[in-house]
Protein backbone atom coordinates (compact mmCIF):
# COMPACT_ATOMS: atom_id res chain seq x y z
CA UNK A 1 0.00 0.00 0.00
CA UNK A 2 2.21 2.86 -1.50
CA UNK A 3 -0.18 5.78 -0.50
CA UNK A 4 1.34 8.76 -1.70
CA UNK A 5 4.87 8.44 -3.20
CA UNK A 6 7.60 11.29 -4.85
CA UNK A 7 10.05 11.21 -7.34
CA UNK A 8 12.83 12.28 -6.93
CA UNK A 9 13.60 12.46 -2.92
CA UNK A 10 16.77 14.76 -3.79
CA UNK A 11 17.42 16.40 -6.49
CA UNK A 12 20.81 19.60 -6.87
CA UNK A 13 20.46 22.20 -9.89
CA UNK A 14 21.51 24.70 -11.06
CA UNK A 15 20.20 28.71 -11.78
CA UNK A 16 17.91 28.45 -14.84
CA UNK A 17 17.88 24.31 -14.78
CA UNK A 18 14.20 23.16 -15.17
CA UNK A 19 13.13 19.97 -14.28
CA UNK A 20 9.46 18.24 -13.03
CA UNK A 21 9.14 16.60 -9.45
CA UNK A 22 6.09 13.65 -9.98
CA UNK A 23 3.74 12.77 -7.43
CA UNK A 24 1.78 9.83 -7.54
CA UNK A 25 -1.11 8.35 -5.96
CA UNK A 26 -3.21 5.15 -5.51
CA UNK A 27 -6.23 5.63 -3.65
CA UNK A 28 -8.23 7.18 -6.29
CA UNK A 29 -8.03 10.49 -4.78
CA UNK A 30 -9.82 13.35 -6.38
CA UNK A 31 -7.89 16.22 -4.70
CA UNK A 32 -3.71 16.69 -5.32
CA UNK A 33 -2.01 19.45 -3.57
CA UNK A 34 2.01 21.05 -3.99
CA UNK A 35 3.34 22.59 -0.79
CA UNK A 36 6.35 23.96 0.11
CA UNK A 37 7.85 23.97 3.85
CA UNK A 38 11.03 26.04 4.44
CA UNK A 39 12.73 26.11 7.52
CA UNK A 40 10.95 27.31 10.31
CA UNK A 41 7.72 27.89 8.70
CA UNK A 42 5.01 25.91 7.68
CA UNK A 43 3.60 24.07 4.92
CA UNK A 44 2.74 26.95 2.19
CA UNK A 45 0.26 25.63 -0.59
CA UNK A 46 1.89 26.36 -3.94
CA UNK A 47 -0.77 24.46 -6.72
CA UNK A 48 -3.59 22.28 -6.25
CA UNK A 49 -5.90 20.15 -8.45
CA UNK A 50 -9.73 19.46 -7.58
CA UNK A 51 -9.38 16.55 -10.28
CA UNK A 52 -8.52 15.44 -13.85
CA UNK A 53 -7.52 17.87 -15.98
CA UNK A 54 -7.79 20.89 -13.40
CA UNK A 55 -5.49 23.03 -11.66
CA UNK A 56 -5.45 25.81 -9.80
CA UNK A 57 -2.87 28.61 -8.46
CA UNK A 58 -2.59 28.52 -4.70
CA UNK A 59 -0.52 30.79 -1.81
CA UNK A 60 2.81 30.59 -3.96
CA UNK A 61 2.41 29.75 -7.47
CA UNK A 62 5.15 31.86 -8.57
CA UNK A 63 7.81 29.98 -11.03
CA UNK A 64 5.87 26.83 -11.50
CA UNK A 65 4.03 25.24 -13.21
CA UNK A 66 1.01 21.56 -12.65
CA UNK A 67 -0.44 19.40 -14.66
CA UNK A 68 -3.29 16.56 -13.59
CA UNK A 69 -3.44 14.62 -16.84
CA UNK A 70 -3.90 11.57 -14.99
CA UNK A 71 -6.65 11.27 -11.86
CA UNK A 72 -3.73 9.13 -10.08
CA UNK A 73 -0.68 11.67 -11.24
CA UNK A 74 0.19 15.49 -9.98
CA UNK A 75 3.56 17.03 -11.58
CA UNK A 76 5.18 20.49 -10.53
CA UNK A 77 7.40 21.45 -12.98
CA UNK A 78 10.48 24.27 -12.53
CA UNK A 79 11.02 26.16 -15.99
CA UNK A 80 14.03 27.93 -14.82
CA UNK A 81 14.98 27.31 -11.29
CA UNK A 82 16.02 29.84 -9.08
CA UNK A 83 17.84 29.88 -5.45
CA UNK A 84 15.09 30.88 -3.74
CA UNK A 85 12.97 27.60 -4.93
CA UNK A 86 15.53 25.64 -2.50
CA UNK A 87 12.67 23.72 -0.38
CA UNK A 88 11.22 20.98 0.96
CA UNK A 89 8.56 20.06 -1.53
CA UNK A 90 5.69 17.81 -0.44
CA UNK A 91 2.54 16.38 -2.71
CA UNK A 92 -0.98 15.64 -0.44
CA UNK A 93 -4.11 13.76 -1.52
CA UNK A 94 -7.67 13.32 -0.45
CA UNK A 95 -11.24 12.48 -0.61
CA UNK A 96 -13.68 14.71 -1.96
CA UNK A 97 -16.64 14.79 -0.13
CA UNK A 98 -20.13 16.32 -0.12
CA UNK A 99 -21.34 17.17 3.41
CA UNK A 100 -21.06 19.41 6.62
CA UNK A 101 -18.50 17.38 7.88
CA UNK A 102 -15.94 15.80 5.75
CA UNK A 103 -13.08 14.25 8.05
CA UNK A 104 -11.08 13.60 5.38
CA UNK A 105 -7.21 14.34 6.24
CA UNK A 106 -4.96 15.42 3.42
CA UNK A 107 -2.31 11.99 2.98
CA UNK A 108 1.20 13.35 2.08
CA UNK A 109 4.33 12.17 0.47
CA UNK A 110 7.87 12.17 2.04
CA UNK A 111 8.99 14.63 -0.10
CA UNK A 112 11.58 15.65 -2.25
CA UNK A 113 14.33 17.89 -1.27
CA UNK A 114 15.72 20.82 -3.74
CA UNK A 115 18.91 22.37 -3.95
CA UNK A 116 19.26 25.29 -6.27
CA UNK A 117 22.73 26.67 -6.40
CA UNK B 1 -0.23 37.33 7.90
CA UNK B 2 0.11 33.94 9.59
CA UNK B 3 -3.57 32.86 10.00
CA UNK B 4 -2.26 29.71 12.04
CA UNK B 5 0.00 30.29 14.42
CA UNK B 6 2.03 27.99 16.68
CA UNK B 7 3.69 30.24 19.30
CA UNK B 8 6.26 27.67 20.78
CA UNK B 9 9.02 26.72 18.78
CA UNK B 10 9.80 23.79 21.10
CA UNK B 11 8.46 21.65 24.15
CA UNK B 12 10.10 19.03 26.30
CA UNK B 13 8.10 16.87 28.91
CA UNK B 14 9.29 13.82 30.91
CA UNK B 15 7.61 10.51 29.65
CA UNK B 16 4.49 9.47 31.47
CA UNK B 17 3.70 13.31 31.69
CA UNK B 18 0.93 15.37 29.45
CA UNK B 19 2.22 17.31 26.56
CA UNK B 20 0.17 20.41 25.62
CA UNK B 21 0.42 21.37 22.12
CA UNK B 22 -1.65 25.02 21.62
CA UNK B 23 -2.36 26.84 17.96
CA UNK B 24 -4.33 30.13 17.71
CA UNK B 25 -5.95 31.05 14.28
CA UNK B 26 -7.55 34.43 12.79
CA UNK B 27 -9.53 33.62 9.75
CA UNK B 28 -13.18 33.18 11.06
CA UNK B 29 -13.91 31.19 7.77
CA UNK B 30 -11.86 28.01 8.88
CA UNK B 31 -14.25 25.17 10.09
CA UNK B 32 -11.83 21.98 10.14
CA UNK B 33 -8.82 21.76 11.98
CA UNK B 34 -6.12 19.06 11.89
CA UNK B 35 -2.79 18.07 13.65
CA UNK B 36 0.02 16.45 11.82
CA UNK B 37 3.06 14.85 12.92
CA UNK B 38 6.38 14.77 11.24
CA UNK B 39 9.47 12.77 11.55
CA UNK B 40 13.00 14.37 10.25
CA UNK B 41 13.08 12.97 5.88
CA UNK B 42 9.05 11.84 6.30
CA UNK B 43 6.45 13.69 5.41
CA UNK B 44 3.55 15.02 7.86
CA UNK B 45 1.30 12.06 9.36
CA UNK B 46 -2.33 13.04 9.87
CA UNK B 47 -2.70 12.42 13.98
CA UNK B 48 -6.25 13.93 14.58
CA UNK B 49 -9.23 16.44 13.57
CA UNK B 50 -12.18 17.81 14.88
CA UNK B 51 -14.82 20.27 13.05
CA UNK B 52 -16.11 23.35 13.90
CA UNK B 53 -19.43 22.08 15.37
CA UNK B 54 -17.40 19.67 18.19
CA UNK B 55 -15.11 20.91 20.55
CA UNK B 56 -13.37 17.95 21.88
CA UNK B 57 -12.10 15.15 19.67
CA UNK B 58 -10.18 11.76 21.47
CA UNK B 59 -8.37 9.12 19.81
CA UNK B 60 -6.94 6.89 22.44
CA UNK B 61 -4.02 9.04 24.03
CA UNK B 62 -4.70 12.18 21.76
CA UNK B 63 -7.34 14.63 22.17
CA UNK B 64 -7.93 17.93 20.37
CA UNK B 65 -9.64 20.58 21.56
CA UNK B 66 -11.40 23.48 20.05
CA UNK B 67 -12.61 26.90 21.59
CA UNK B 68 -14.24 28.77 18.61
CA UNK B 69 -14.15 31.91 20.90
CA UNK B 70 -11.05 32.61 21.49
CA UNK B 71 -9.79 30.77 18.06
CA UNK B 72 -7.53 28.51 19.83
CA UNK B 73 -7.10 24.95 19.60
CA UNK B 74 -4.53 22.23 21.80
CA UNK B 75 -3.64 18.77 21.31
CA UNK B 76 -3.21 16.93 24.68
CA UNK B 77 -1.10 13.52 24.99
CA UNK B 78 -1.36 11.40 27.62
CA UNK B 79 0.60 10.13 28.48
CA UNK B 80 3.57 11.52 26.80
CA UNK B 81 6.02 8.56 24.96
CA UNK B 82 9.52 8.83 23.84
CA UNK B 83 8.23 7.95 20.22
CA UNK B 84 5.89 10.84 20.51
CA UNK B 85 8.94 13.00 19.45
CA UNK B 86 8.62 14.75 16.49
CA UNK B 87 7.38 18.32 15.04
CA UNK B 88 3.51 18.47 15.32
CA UNK B 89 1.89 21.03 12.81
CA UNK B 90 -1.65 22.54 13.48
CA UNK B 91 -3.40 23.02 10.28
CA UNK B 92 -6.95 24.34 9.34
CA UNK B 93 -9.48 24.78 6.04
CA UNK B 94 -12.31 25.68 4.67
CA UNK B 95 -14.46 22.71 4.55
CA UNK B 96 -14.92 23.51 0.95
CA UNK B 97 -14.05 24.82 -2.48
CA UNK B 98 -10.21 23.65 -2.46
CA UNK B 99 -9.97 22.02 1.23
CA UNK B 100 -6.35 23.23 1.34
CA UNK B 101 -4.68 23.22 4.65
CA UNK B 102 -3.24 26.47 6.34
CA UNK B 103 -0.54 25.18 8.26
CA UNK B 104 1.52 26.43 11.44
CA UNK B 105 5.00 26.72 11.86
CA UNK B 106 5.19 23.77 13.89
CA UNK B 107 6.17 22.52 17.50
CA UNK B 108 9.43 20.64 18.36
CA UNK B 109 8.03 17.97 20.85
CA UNK B 110 11.04 16.19 22.74
CA UNK B 111 9.78 13.44 25.26
CA UNK B 112 12.75 12.90 27.87
CA UNK B 113 12.56 9.10 29.15
Known amino acids: NAGVTQTPKFRVLKTGQSMTLLCAQD?????MYWYRQDPGMGLRLIHY???????AKGEVPDGYNVSRLKKQNFLLGLESAAPSQTSVYFCASSYHVTGLVSNQPQHFGDGTRLSIL | DQQVKQNSPSLSVQEGRISILNCDYT??????FLWYKKYPAEGPTFLISISSIKDKNEDGRFTVFLNKSAKHLSLHIVPSQPGDSAVYFCAASVDTGRRALTFGSGTRLQVQP
Open chain 2, 27 to 32: NSMFDY
Open chain 1, 27 to 31: MNHEY
Open chain 1, 49 to 55: SVGEGTT
